[in-house]
């Protein structure tokens, strides 16, 4: 059975800093991995999405690593600021493009003016 | 829409009724993911459906929690005999090509 953690469960940082979220997965067998941003009492937004045989994805000031061999991936955020807070998920799939995600269970990210 | 829409955004029942949950994918999107989220944790997977049918229910908790999509398009979430511990957020997600689309999610509160 596929499990996701992410590390920091939370994480507070003063604006403009440049931060890095971490995702790690027991199966190295996925499909795609997917970061998601979810703001309180809202649903997920789609940030990025790495397929197996990429090494990473880049929007914005957002760029996402994808290490398959290790189990691992990063979601770097450049410059942060107020808006940047929110709860980050990230997500993997196993086997086909219609499979289920299975999800870590996020990191809170507080970004202080 | 452009999104995928979730009906009723709030839902307060009492323990013992029932319920339903509706989800409106992103046109043409074939695959639809129900998720269920307590709070200060990641998604559940409940069920997915590709088409009509259910591919994969293997996350639904138990035998009162069922869900349709009979035509392709509109799913519907059914908990039957509704339990204090089915209170949470239960999102739904539609894909095409891989990439899921959330919608905002029915907050139920099982009184």
């Known amino acids: 059975k596929q499990e996701v953690t992410q590390i920091p469960a939370a994480l507070s940082v003063p604006e403009g800093e440049n931060l890095v979220l971490n995702c790690s997965f027991t199966d190295s067998a996925i499909y795609n991995l997917q970061w998601f941003r979810q703001d309180p009492g809202k649903g997920l937004t789609s940030l990025l999405l790495i397929q197996s045989s990429q090494r990473e994805q880049t929007s914005g000031r957002l760029n996402a690593s994808l290490d398959k061999s290790s189990g691992r991936s990063t979601l770097y955020i450049a410059a942060s600021q107020p808006g940047d807070s929110a709860t980050y998920l990230c997500a993997v799939r196993l086997g086909g493009a219609g499979n289920m995600l299975t999800f870590g269970g996020g990191t809170r990210l507080m970004v202080k003016p | 829409g452009a999104g995928v829409s979730q009906t009723p955004s709030n839902k307060v029942t009492e323990k013992g009724k029932y319920v339903e949950l509706r989800c409106d994918p992103i046109?043409?999107?074939?695959?639809l993911y129900w998720y269920r989220q307590s709070l200060g944790q990641g998604p559940e997977f409940l069920i997915y459906f590709q088409g009509t049918g259910a591919a994969d229910d293997s996350g639904l908790p138990n035998d009162r929690f069922f869900a349709v999509r009979p035509e392709g398009s509109v799913s519907t979430l059914k908990i039957q005999r509704t339990e204090r511990g089915d209170s949470a957020v239960y999102l739904c997600?539609?894909?095409?090509?891989?990439?899921?689309?959330f919608g905002e999610g029915s907050r139920l509160t099982v009184l």
């Open positions: 997600a539609s894909s095409l090509s891989g990439e899921l689309f």
């Open positions: 046109s043409g999107h074939t695959a």
